[in-house]
Nanobody, 122 residues
Framework: QVQLVESGGGLVQPGGSLRLSCAAS????????MGWYRQAPGKERELVAT???????NYADSVKGRFTVSRDNAENTVYLQMNSLIPEDTAVYYC????????????????WGQGTQVTVSS
């Protein structure tokens, strides 16, 4: 019913920048919170940044001051601008949509994207 499609990952040198995008499509009435999580090899998935429909943001301490999350409510799209990238940022980045209300369907739902690889290396 809902698909999250991420784009923008890739290989970048330390100190470089990348911008991730995630577009949600389907019979969506509203999405409360959208955000990004990441999972490095051998590690658990962790929060990177989230943003509410009203624009309130939350960041992991490790990315504060370097990453900026934003969203376009009309397009159900969330972005992650990543600056000053370091090798420790290397991971698969997953888009998340939380408390999604679908048109004509009761309940709230939770969705993940398929992930996009970000590699920071010289």
């Amino acid at each position: 019913q809902v698909q999250l499609v991420e784009s923008g990952g890739g290989l970048v040198q330390p100190g470089g920048s990348l911008r991730l995008s995630c577009a949600a499509s389907g019979s969506i009435f509203s999405i409360s919170t959208m955000g990004w999580y990441r999972q490095a090899p051998g590690k658990e998935r962790e929060l990177v940044a989230t943003i509410t429909r009203g624009g309130m943001t939350n960041y992991a301490d490790s990315v504060k001051g370097r990453f900026t999350v934003s969203r376009d409510n009309a397009e159900n799209t969330v972005y992650l601008q990543m600056n000053s990238l370091i090798p420790e940022d290397t991971a698969v980045y997953y888009c998340n949509a939380d408390s999604v209300i679908l048109s004509g369907v009761e309940g709230v739902y939770y969705y993940w994207g398929q992930g996009t690889q970000v590699t920071v290396s010289s």
